[in-house]
């Protein structure tokens, strides 16, 4: 029997790769979309300035990121921007909060190294685009298969609720609710939920964090507050003891009594 050879070439499937990699200040920092609602602006300041003491304790050297909106270049591409997912906000612990003298303009995780520690989404629709697991393209699965974070939250003001996800033994596991309705983020010792009330000029089921202890993690705008409602209880106190020394004293003196005697 003869053997039957064959004179195609092998097809070579290797890609070209650049000689050099692109950094943060080569790689587009937009898509040129719009904000999807006026919404997301507002919420992620909440979720920064309210974290804040507590990277502050977490982070005393600084070293550490955050995003709002912000580019996560994970592979290359053309266009450059197919190769990136922007959350609406993400944190990265223990990386430099420049990078050569300058703030990022995206987060580069070939240039970093470092992956996001916790994403978060805002949908707007009907959620489908943050739940795609379509390999590749699908955001849910790039968080979970490709940049591995280890967690995902998913937050609809429509519906006033919050999904959590944690990656674990390689896929994403819903995460449950603890007795006060929040999800635990032990490395961050911080809790997730829905708080409803107003913050700047709307009422809404806005996306908070609380301590372990379920305390309410504050804004700078909302410590303040709290410190000038103290500020005036204690100056009432103190007036009001004032006035009371003042009537005792008038009494002794009705008595007959010299009160600094």
């Not at 904000?35 to 979720?47: A, M, R, W």
């Not at 906000?89 to 970093?112: A, C, D, I, T």
């Not at 937050?155 to 635990?184: C, F, M, T």
Request: charged fraction near 25%; proline fraction near 8%.
């Amino acid at each position: 029997m003869s053997q039957i050879t064959s004179s195609v070439e092998p097809v070579n499937f290797t890609p070209e790769l650049p000689t050099s990699l692109p950094d943060h200040t080569q790689l587009p920092d937009s898509d040129g979309t719009f904000v999807k609602n006026l919404q997301e602006h507002p919420q992620s300041i909440l979720l920064t300035d309210s974290i804040m003491p507590m990277l502050q304790q977490l982070h005393p050297d600084g070293q550490y990121c955050i995003g709002q909106d912000s580019g996560i270049y994970w592979r290359i591409t053309d266009p450059p921007e197919r190769g990136a997912e922007a959350p609406d906000w993400f944190y990265v612990p223990n990386v430099p909060p420049v990078l050569n003298g300058e703030m990022r303009r995206s987060y580069v995780l070939w240039q970093e190294y470092v992956a996001p520690l916790i994403v978060l989404e805002f949908v707007s629709g009907k959620g489908e685009e943050e739940r795609d697991t379509t390999p590749v393209t699908g955001k849910f699965w790039v968080y979970e298969q490709a940049i591995r974070v280890p967690f995902y939250a998913i937050y609809e003001v429509k519906k006033a609720q919050v999904q959590v996800y944690q990656l674990v033994a390689g896929h994403y596991e819903l995460i449950s609710p603890n007795e006060r309705g929040h999800y635990a983020i032990p490395p961050l010792g911080v809790e997730l939920g829905i708080w409803q009330g107003q913050y700047q000029n709307a009422t809404l089921p806005w996306l908070r964090w609380w301590d372990e202890q379920g305390n309410l993690l504050l804004t700078g705008e909302e410590r303040a507050e709290v410190e000038r409602q103290e500020k005036e209880l204690a100056q009432q106190q103190a007036e009001t003891e004032r006035q009371r020394a003042e009537r005792l004293a008038e009494q002794l003196r009705a008595l007959g009594v010299e009160p600094e005697a």
